[in-house]
């Protein structure tokens, strides 16, 4: 893709992550869901949530999941479970991080990674589950764009997702209840690159990413479910 294009979505996360999100949800069930990673995020949200009295809360993490493989294990149908038991008023997604891999369109085509096709069949399914979340009764959903990744053609991908994720949420009938969160400036030294470690206000040292490249440590869900918080409950 080229580096104009990355530019203008730059610009556009700029605008789509809210300076002021504290809209009063009071005691509103929140609930947490997504892939490998939210599985430490989604625990310490639930932990940072209850410290601010925001209760009740709820998180769901499948491992190795994503939009990519319905086949394997089918979100829409989870999200809809999901929000039929907890009938929450927040929800957080994080999902995308999996999804690195072929995909078959609604006629059953292998679509391959990297095409055009990809990129709409990708974009229908993250709008498909933004609005069947809407649709559940969630006031406002909280998704998470893919933070810097270690391994170049993993950071590429983030950048493509995080445009598809910008894209979607734009669309005019979900813009006012689906809100970005960029949570790479919590776990970077350097804006756009991967950092294993960043450093705390008292000067301590924080392990943040996971050796693998892609995944949050416990510190590093902690760093960014207090921001969350912060951002969008007090």
């Known amino acids: 893709m080229k580096k104009g294009f990355f530019l203008a979505v730059a610009a556009v996360l700029a605008l789509a992550v809210p300076s002021v999100s504290r809209a009063a949800e009071g005691g509103a069930p ?6 490998s990673m939210m599985r430490l995020l989604g625990l310490a949200m639930e932990k940072e949530l209850k ?6 809360t709820a ?3 499948s491992l190795a999941s994503g939009l990519a493989r319905l086949d394997a294990f089918d979100w829409f149908a989870k999200a809809d479970a999901l929000m039929k ?36 069949e990708y974009a229908l399914r993250i709008g498909r589950i933004m609005d069947e979340l809407i649709k559940g009764g969630a006031t406002r959903v909280i998704w998470l764009l893919l933070p810097d990744m270690r391994e170049p053609v993993q950071q590429e991908y983030a950048k493509l997702v995080n445009a598809i994720f910008t894209k979607e949420a734009a669309v005019e009938a979900r813009k006012d ?29 924080l392990t943040v990413r996971d050796a693998d490249g892609i995944h949050l440590t416990n510190p590093g869900a902690k760093r960014v479910a207090q921001s969350l918080v912060k951002t969008y409950w007090k």
Do not use: C
């Not at 929140?30 to 892939?35: A, F, S």
């Open 85 to 120: 038991e907890h009938k929450p008023a927040t929800v957080v997604v994080s999902l995308g991080a999996n999804d690195r891999q072929t995909l078959k369109d609604v006629t059953g085509r292998v679509v391959m990674l990297g095409t055009p096709e990809w990129e709409r």
């Open 59 to 61: 998180s769901f993490s």
């Open 30 to 35: 929140v609930l947490m869901m997504g892939d």
């Open 177 to 205: 209840k689906i809100m970005l969160f960029d949570s790479s400036p919590l776990l970077s030294r350097k804006p756009g690159t991967f950092s294993l470690y960043v450093m705390a206000p008292d000067g301590s040292v």
């Open 51 to 56: 410290a601010a009295g925001v209760q009740p």
